[in-house]
């Protein structure tokens, strides 16, 4: 039996998985930033993406024992290590994979993680508020 859940998760193994929030403005906005800039001249992306309102998304993040509420509270990265992060690490952890000058954001990591994520928590809690939702969850196009 032909499983279309299992392809689309083998071709995510390698890459971090960015967890996003499908009906937010701001989270498409930047799964779109990340998309434009992930190996822009090729059409092997680094990265791979998955709404938190998917089967998919529940079941990876059902594995790290991570509910779906808390993706929603908080950004995830499950990176190639296959440890999650979340909120500023994970944003952190992802302009790793970018080019040249973002990969230099890491130097954000000085900064205490409560403090990192204060700041975070301050933009995820009033994302809908400030940039909108969608009616539906976006759908990017799995190549």
């Given amino acids: ?9 083998t071709k995510i193994i390698g890459k971090p998985i960015v967890f ?8 498409n906005a930047g799964v ?11 059409t092997e992306n680094r990265v791979a993406f998955c709404r938190v309102q998917s089967r998919l998304g529940k079941e990876l993040l059902a594995e790290k024992g991570i509910t779906q509420q808390q993706c929603l509270d908080r950004f995830v990265v499950i990176d190639t290590d296959n440890k999650a992060y979340t909120a500023s690490s994970a944003a952190l952890r992802i302009a790793t ?13 000085i900064v205490p993680k409560p ?3 204060a700041i975070y928590d301050v933009f995820a809690q009033n994302r809908y508020k ?3 939702v969608y009616d539906t969850c976006y759908t990017y196009k799995v190549e």
């Fill in 1 to 9: 039996k032909n499983n279309p859940q299992m392809s689309v998760s």
């Fill in 20 to 27: 996003f929030d499908g009906v937010c403005v701001l989270c």
């Fill in 32 to 42: 779109r930033f990340i998309v434009n800039r992930d190996r822009p001249n090729t």
């Fill in 97 to 109: 994979y970018l080019p040249f000058p973002y990969p230099l954001l890491k130097v954000g990591l």
């Fill in 115 to 117: 403090v990192r994520d």
């Fill in 130 to 132: 400030w940039f909108g």
